[in-house]
């Protein structure tokens, strides 16, 4: 595995890219550019044979169910898509890092236990001796850390928050 990512600020956020065809044609927002290997390896195989996958974005909008949107007005619905998609699912179950299969669920247990920042630390040190894969395990298509930091907040926010 290489490593797509090696610094925090590695994250969900776009910072580049500002051409058209950049919106979602269901929901409206912005989509992230992801690479043709990402669709390949996301869709199942009777999608994608003889396809081209440039120019494709990924929607993360959470009730939006366009996954990805590309060049003449093509898309895919996250139905087509072979995994859960972490944005698009509320379930305990999917999974918010692919690379190590972990799952929503498994980062509130740890959060309840008050291992949040372990396991925040556990998973960064993977990514940074293992290296990750979130170019074709992830459906987003770049690095899931940032997810992973983003729910660990949000799981301990809540905590705080029910005192
Ligand atoms: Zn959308």
């Known amino acids: ?31 992230l550019k992801v690479k043709g290997v990402t669709l390949q390896s996301m869709l199942s195989l009777d999608q994608v044979s003889g396809d081209s996958f440039a120019g494709y974005r990924f929607c993360k909008t959470e009730n939006c169910d366009i996954a990805y ?24 179950e999917v999974e918010v890092c692919y690379c ?10 740890s959060v309840a236990r008050g291992e949040g920042m372990k396991l ?17 395990m992830n459906p987003q298509g770049n690095c899931c850390f940032g997810n992973v930091k983003q729910l660990i907040l949000l799981q301990e926010q809540k905590l705080t928050i029910k005192g």
């Open 69 to 92: 949107f590309g060049p003449e007005k093509r898309s895919f619905t996250k139905e087509q898509v072979k995994v859960p998609i972490f944005q698009k699912d509320p379930s305990d």
């Open 100 to 109: 190590f299969a972990l799952s929503r669920g498994e980062v509130k247990k």
């Open 1 to 31: 595995m290489s490593s797509c990512c090696s610094t925090d600020s590695c994250s969900m956020d776009e910072k580049t890219g500002q051409e058209n065809q950049a919106l979602c044609p269901q929901c409206g927002q912005k989509g």
């Open 120 to 136: 925040y630390h556990e998973i960064k040190r993977r990514k940074d001796t293992e290296g990750c894969d979130c170019e074709v």
